[in-house]
């Protein structure tokens, strides 16, 4: 990511030695509604306001190694380091817009060999820890608490579990109904009687394990980590777990940043979509990534490799995946995925007899599209070099790695360790069973997507994806990062007559609200998750989903509220593109064309006349439109909407 200042560069810095008794310092946001109050004494904490309310009470926080230091307490601050900045952000992958607002002020404070440090913007602020310890050490425990001032509402998304793919449905629960000791995941969303939202997760998750979230006390939630893993055992299903665990949770170098605590405030939902707190915190990428190449991909997966009307047996052998190939081709789709079950099991160099790699690969570059390949994370891991040389060798442009279902500190290193070496290969990366975003988009522009959703593969084997569902994921999961939830299903259900289906899925809503999610998710790797054959039955679908971008230059929240309903404007070029979904009840709006410029076309895909009988059921209409328009939206019960307006 290249780093462009304005004309107008604001930044300074001051240190001031204290000889006072002073301890408590404080850092407000550019336009001063946000402002956090640091205490440092026996123990450390920060309390935060919002608009001169409230939100974080007194919170402790304090790192305990194994050196002996406990960080954070009897804290003697020698000096404090004030910086202001005003910057404009240019990034490689552009997943909201092409120019990011990084405008913040930061705090530093100084203890001797360790100091905390706050940066505080105008819709949120993180805090972490730095140390200058001259060697390796143990971190025992962390504590990283969120104290909130008022009893606030969650969209809770439990884990039974630290080994989990973090793929929770989201529970509305109040602060009181959560038992003490339940813990979930991160991002984690509430929202105050004053309809102040908190959002709370992390960035820049190196060599660090990630932080869950434990109902502590009343209204108290205290991080959580995966302790290191001395010894691992493999398990059927290509599959390593860790075995037996250490009594700390890293172990790493003396002088170090440690991740940013990241917390969002929002005084309403569609803040929450364009955010990009996380983006902001997250370390620069070095190195040279201009030859990413974000795209759509036709996935095989889902569907079951079902195709129909051809004179061979579908499957994983070399004619299915030509036939994929072509239906990309003809839509212009950038790639094609070979999913799980095209390698040996332990050996993701050596393909099986019905598939050659080197021969779809020339295939694909004959048609203008390329191949990603599927690999389970374990036999990956064994062979990691010689698999990317292997696949580089072949041609593939990138890979979906899986089945990871673990943040520790051991899998953490994996990831870092994949996404820098893809790169040194020009390998694009889809992390799958994957934890959320912790800024990757930025740190390592080649790792495009990933998973860490409940998304539509679950309608296999559940009915736990709703359309309420996929109206909560832009206000959390989404605002973590790019989510791979992969859209596009074809056959859609009503969920009151939504049957289970591993072979032949059907997803629950309408058809253009699979369609509007092109749109309102972001993803710079996007799927087209059904079988070609559905999308070749389906002509005017496949004229948006062949044009539809992957990233955006602009985006415009028109409409919003969580679990309910969202309108999403997104420009690329010249082009508009308009998404919009919405949750049990059907919606109406009347959207003011105020972003267009001049005279334009509006095409658009909306819930058809008789969607309230068949889901699938949707009309294509097209009418000019100009600048300063009233644009009338339906969406139908569980219903979408998509335009293009060039």
């Known amino acids: 990511m290249k780093r462009y200042p304005l004309s107008v560069l604001l930044c300074f810095s001051f240190m001031t030695t204290f000889t006072s008794n002073a301890k408590e310092w404080r850092v407000s946001s550019p336009d001063n509604r946000l402002s956090v109050t640091v205490n440092c004494g026996k123990v450390t904490t920060y309390e935060v306001e919002y608009g001169n309310k409230q939100i974080i009470e007194p919170s402790p926080i304090s790192m305990t190694c194994s050196n ?6 009897n804290a003697n601050v020698k000096k404090v380091t004030r910086k202001s900045a005003n910057d404009i952000l240019h990034p490689v992958i552009r997943q909201k817009s092409a120019d990011i607002k990084d405008e913040y002020n930061s705090m530093e404070l100084h203890a001797g060999d360790w100091s905390l440090e706050f940066r505080v913007y105008d819709d949120g602020f993180g805090y972490r820890f730095n140390t200058q310890f001259k060697d390796s050490i143990n971190v025992l425990d962390e504590e990283a608490t969120f104290r909130l001032a008022g009893y606030y509402e969650t969209l809770f998304p439990e884990v039974k579990s630290l080994l989990t793919a973090q793929q929770p449905t989201f529970t509305p629960l109040k602060l009181s109904e959560i038992k003490t000791d339940q813990y979930c995941c991160t991002p984690l969303l509430m929202k105050g009687d004053d309809n102040i939202r908190v959002f709370i997760s992390e960035s820049d998750l190196d060599s660090y394990p990630g932080m869950f979230l434990r109902k502590q006390s009343e209204r108290e939630f205290a991080g959580m980590f995966a302790n290191v893993a001395l010894e691992e055992k493999a ?26 605590r990241a917390v969002i405030v929002a005084d309403n939902d569609a803040n929450l979509i364009t955010n990009q707190l996380i983006y902001k915190l997250a370390p620069e990428s070095k190195g040279d990534y201009s030859w990413v190449k974000p795209g759509k991909i036709a996935w095989d997966w889902y569907n079951d490799l079902m195709v129909t009307g051809v004179d061979f047996k579908s499957g994983i052998n070399n004619e299915t995946y030509e036939y994929f190939i072509d239906f990309a081709s003809k839509y212009g789709l950038e790639y094609v995925v070979i999913d799980d079950g095209w390698s040996e099991e332990w050996d993701v160099t050596k393909t099986i007899p019905d598939i050659d790699i080197p021969r779809l690969v020339a295939y694909g570059k004959e048609k203008g599209v390329d191949l990603i390949l599927w690999v389970s994370w374990a036999p990956f891991s064994k062979q990691l070099d010689k698999a990317l040389a292997q696949f ?13 279902n673990r943040d520790d500190q051991a899998m953490v290193d994996f990831y870092y360790d994949v996404a820098r070496k893809a790169a040194a290969h020009k390998l694009l990366v889809d992390f799958h069973g994957a934890y959320k975003p912790t800024g990757w988009l930025r740190t390592f522009p080649n790792v495009l997507t990933s998973e860490g959703v409940a998304g539509l593969e679950n309608h296999k084997w559940s009915s736990k994806v709703t359309p309420q569902h996929n109206l909560i994921l832009p206000f959390t999961r989404m605002v973590a990062g790019p989510m791979d939830y992969t859209p596009g299903s074809m056959t859609n259900l009503h969920e009151k007559s939504h049957k289970v289906d591993y072979n032949h899925p059907a997803s629950i809503g309408t058809r253009c ?22 999308y070749y039955r389906e002509p005017e679908c496949m004229e948006f989903l ?16 969580i679990g309910e309903y969202t309108v999403i404007a997104r420009r690329s070029g010249d082009t508009w593109y308009i998404g919009g979904m919405c949750g049990k009840e059907g919606k109406s709006f009347d959207i003011p064309l105020d972003f267009i410029e001049g005279n334009k076309t509006l095409t658009a895909w909306e819930d058809g006349v008789n969607v309230d009988r068949d889901a699938n059921d949707f009309a294509r209409r097209t009418k000019d439109v100009k600048a300063g328009d009233i644009l009338t939206i339906n969406m139908y019960s569980g219903g979408g909407y998509a335009a293009v307006i060039r």
């Open 68 to 73: 002996g230091k406990v960080i954070g307490h």
């Open 513 to 534: 609200h699979q369609l509007g999610m092109y749109v309102v998710y972001e993803s710079p790797l996007q799927m087209l998750a059904d079988s070609p054959t559905k």
């Open 235 to 260: 398990t059927p299903g290509r599959q390593i777990f860790p075995s037996k665990r250490a009594n700390y949770i890293a172990r790493t170098t003396g002088r170090r940043s440690f991740p940013w």
């Open 546 to 561: 062949s044009q539809v971008p992957v990233v955006w230059d602009e985006t415009k929240v028109i409409q919003a509220k």
């Open 392 to 404: 580089e060798k072949w041609g593939i442009k990138g890979i979906k790695m899986d089945f990871m």
